[in-house]
Structures are given as structure tokens and as C-alpha cells.
């Protein structure tokens, strides 16, 4: 079965900090493909970032960028330059909840502050 | 290219009603999935469908809940006489035929449950 941790319930940095958010995750696969959402108040489901397990490179989109360790099946979501409007719940996924479906962590409550 | 549409945005029954939640997915997309929210949780996963079958009901209560993507129209999440306890979001996905977009799967704003 696959599971997905993220051991951070709540973080809280200032505007234009950067932060890094954690997930370690469980899987018996060995091509999959990792990804983080976002959920910001208004409660939509926004996708971040995605990273393919079979690249070694790290995946990067602006500001957010992953350090992914498959070693060590951690996969971890960096914000520079955090703004305001980063605030929101971010859960890190992994296929597995039902066929092509999600496995969701719990979430990390980021709140960047002024 | 409309993104997965979701109506009702919210739906407020009283107990033991019927609750319909539809979804429409993406153009070209031909996988939907359901998920709920409870609140202060993460989304758990409750079924998968492709048109006309129900590939994966793993997460769905066996009772009073159901799903269905019929051939024509939007997929239909129905939960027949809720209970309060069915007060959550759910978000319906959709994504491509396997493997032409490594999996990615894109979400609706979701619909929000409430049961009085």
C-alpha cells in the first residue's frame, strides 16, 4: 500500500523567506511520478510541481523547486521568495489511491506573513 | 479548453435527502476520480471511473454512496440518505488515458456538502 507523510501540520515564515516543506512516502514501484498540490483558501486544488521518479534531476517551476531523494523516498517542496499569496495547504501525492488515482499526505499548512 | 467543471458548488440537505454532486471532466480527458475532503484533512481517495465502468470503488462506503459516468454526460457522485457526517468536499479529477501525460490529474474546484 502506499503512503505519504508530511510530518509539518503548520509553518510559518515571513514574506520573501524561503521555506521548505517535507514528505517522505512509501511505495513498492520503481517508475512513478511524485507531485505537489496546493490549497489555498478559496479551497481549489492547484498543482504545484510533479517530478518523475526516473530523473535524477530535481524538478523546478519559478519559485518552487523539489529535492527529491529516491534513496531515501523523500521528496521535499522548496518556496523562495515566499509571497503572501503562497499561503494555502500544500499536500504531497503519489499514484496509487486507485489505479492512476492520488495518495494524499495530510498537509502542511504554510501561512507566509507581512 | 474548460477545466473540470463541478456543480453544485454547494449543496446543503437535510438528513436523510438525497445528494447528486456532478462533474464534467476536461475535453480529451477520460478518467474521473472522486475524492472527499473532511475537514482539516487531506483528500482520500473514494473511486475511479471511465466511461460506462467503474474501474476502482475501493474507497466508497459500500452503503447509501454511488458513482456512475455514463456514456453521455457528466459522471454523477450520489450519496442517498446522508447523514451529517457526509458534510465534506468532494473533488472530482480527470485526466487523460494512462501513461499520455505521466499520470497528472487535474482537479475541480470542488462542491461542498453540508448536512443539516
Known amino acids: 500500500a502506499q503512503t505519504v507523510t508530511q510530518s509539518q501540520p503548520e509553518m510559518s515564515v515571513q514574506e520573501a523567506e524561503t521555506v521548505t516543506l517535507s514528505c517522505t512516502y512509501d511505495t513498492s514501484e520503481n517508475n512513478y511520478y511524485l507531485f505537489w498540490y496546493k490549497q489555498p483558501p478559496s479551497r481549489q486544488m492547484i498543482l504545484v510541481i510533479r517530478?518523475?521518479?526516473?530523473?535524477?534531476q530535481n524538478a523546478t517551476e519559478n519559485r518552487f523547486s523539489v529535492n527529491f531523494q529516491k534513496a531515501a523516498k523523500s521528496f521535499s517542496l522548496k518556496i523562495s521568495d515566499s509571497q503572501l499569496g503562497d499561503t494555502a495547504m500544500y499536500f504531497c501525492?503519489?499514484?496509487?489511491?486507485?489505479?492512476?488515482?492520488?495518495?494524499f499526505g495530510k498537509g502542511t499548512h504554510l501561512i507566509i506573513q507581512p | 479548453n474548460a477545466g473540470v467543471m463541478q456543480n453544485p458548488r454547494h449543496l446543503v440537505r437535510r438528513r436523510g435527502q438525497e445528494a447528486r454532486l456532478r462533474c464534467s471532466p476536461m475535453?480529451?480527458?477520460?478518467?474521473v476520480y472522486w475524492y472527499r475532503q473532511l475537514p482539516e484533512e487531506g483528500l482520500k481517495f473514494m473511486v475511479y471511473l471511465q466511461k460506462e465502468n467503474i474501474i476502482d470503488e475501493s474507497g466508497m462506503p459500500k452503503e447509501r454512496f454511488s458513482a456512475e459516468f455514463p456514456k453521455e454526460g457528466p459522471s454523477i457522485l450520489r450519496i442517498q440518505q446522508v447523514v451529517r457526517g457526509d458534510s465534506a468536499a468532494y473533488f472530482c479529477?480527470?485526466?487523460?488515458?494512462?501513461?499520455?501525460?505521466?499520470?497528472?490529474?487535474?482537479f475541480g474546484e470542488g462542491s461542498w456538502l453540508t448536512v443539516v
Open positions: 501525492a503519489l499514484p496509487g489511491g486507485g489505479a492512476d488515482g492520488l495518495t
Open positions: 475535453k480529451g480527458h477520460s478518467h
Open positions: 517530478q518523475e521518479a526516473y530523473k535524477q
Open positions: 479529477a480527470s485526466s487523460p488515458p494512462t501513461g499520455s501525460s505521466g499520470n497528472t490529474i487535474y
